[in-house]
C-alpha cells in the first residue's frame, strides 16, 4: 500500500479512537462508515477506496433503508446488494 492509502487509514483510524466515542452511535450500515473506508482503500487502493468510502457516508443518513453493505470485490460506489456474508478479499 502505498503513502497515500496508509495516511489514509490512519486518519480514519484517528477518527475511530479520539473522535466518534464523543458522538452516539448512529451508522444505519454494518461494517460502520469508517471501517468501510478503511477496507475499501485496503481491497482497491487510495483513489478508488477514498471514493467508495465517501459515496457510503453520503448514503449513511435519516432515510436510509441502511443493513449490510460490505466493500463489493468490484469497484461499485453504490450498495452492496449481492454479498450478506463479507466476500473474500485478494
Known amino acids: 500500500m502505498n503513502l497515500i492509502g496508509r495516511s489514509i487509514i490512519f486518519l480514519v ?3 475511530q479512537r479520539f473522535i466518534s466515542p464523543l458522538f452516539p452511535p448512529s451508522c444505519r450500515y454494518y461494517p ?3 471501517s468501510y ?3 475499501a482503500v485496503q481491497v482497491h487502493g487510495a483513489p478508488k477506496g477514498f471514493l467508495m468510502g465517501i459515496f ?3 448514503r449513511c443518513q435519516p432515510f436510509a433503508k441502511g443493513g ?5 470485490t468490484y469497484f461499485s460506489l453504490h450498495k452492496n446488494m449481492k454479498d450478506q456474508e463479507e466476500p473474500e478479499y485478494h
Request: glycine share 6%; charged share 25%; proline share 6%.
Open 37 to 39: 473506508m478503511i477496507k
Open 68 to 72: 449490510i453493505d460490505y466493500v463489493p
Open 32 to 34: 460502520s462508515c469508517s
Open 56 to 58: 457510503r457516508i453520503l
Open 13 to 15: 483510524r484517528g477518527y
